[in-house]
T-cell receptor, first 116, second 113 residues
């Protein structure tokens, strides 16, 4: 089954304790992205990756890191989480760049993160 | 930079009523437009998309949207809503050739049986 998976689905942590949220897709997509969803603010893009070893900042990259060492995986790293990073996080993937019908993004199930 | 506005934050309709959700974007060049739906407790799913051609786009579950370039709009419509359409709806835009995606703030639709 074609899908985007995220782990963990729920996480409660404390300020300053490094954490990683994993994201994996089995569709051989080149493009992957991370979003955070907050009430009243919609989805905001954190980072995206056009391909292996190619990443770029989205609208709200501060406090986050990403890496793309393999095509299928795109982990989100919070080196020193703070309470304002409490949010619902979504990973997404699509075939590639360009204005084509392949631009549809497939979303993972979400990770609800609480930073105390 | 592109931006997306969804002016209706919360819409309440009775079943069988017609729906129109507004979406306006700000970018003067070629854009790709999307509507996604998020049912309670679930992830986002694509409803429909516009890349080129016929400005009236039909999606899943009876939804459609019309791209009006002169108005920078991509409004979502459905002639008769059902209780199962209760969800949050997001408009999104990408600039042709780039993968930076901008979402609107979303519209929560509540359909009353």
């Amino acid at each position: 089954e074609a899908q985007v998976t995220q782990n963990p689905r729920y996480l409660i942590t404390v300020t300053g304790k490094k954490l990683t949220v994993t994201c994996s897709q089995n569709m051989n997509h080149e493009y992957m992205s991370w979003y955070r969803q907050d009430p009243g603010l919609g989805l905001r893009q954190i980072y995206y990756s056009m391909n292996v070893e190619v990443t770029d900042k989205g609208d709200v990259p501060e406090g986050y890191k990403v890496s793309r060492k393999e095509k299928r995986n795109f982990p989100l790293i919070l080196e020193s989480p703070s309470p304002n990073q409490t949010s619902l996080y979504f990973c997404a993937s699509s075939f590639g760049a360009g204005g084509s019908s392949y631009n549809e993004q497939f979303f993972g199930p979400g990770t609800r993160l609480t930073v105390l | 930079a592109q931006s997306v506005s969804q002016h209706n934050h919360h819409v309440i309709l009775s079943e069988a009523a017609s729906l129109e959700l507004g979406c306006n974007y700000s970018y003067g060049g070629t854009v790709n437009l999307f509507w996604y739906v998020q049912y309670p407790g679930q992830h986002l799913q694509l409803l429909l998309k516009y890349f080129s051609g016929d400005p009236l786009v039909k999606g899943i579950k009876g939804f459609e949207a019309e791209f009006i370039k002169s108005k920078f709009s991509f409004n979502l419509r459905k002639p008769s809503v059902q209780w199962s359409d209760t969800a949050e709806y997001f408009c999104a835009v990408t600039i042709g050739g780039y993968q930076k995606v901008t979402f609107g703030t979303g519209t929560k639709l509540q359909v009353i049986p």
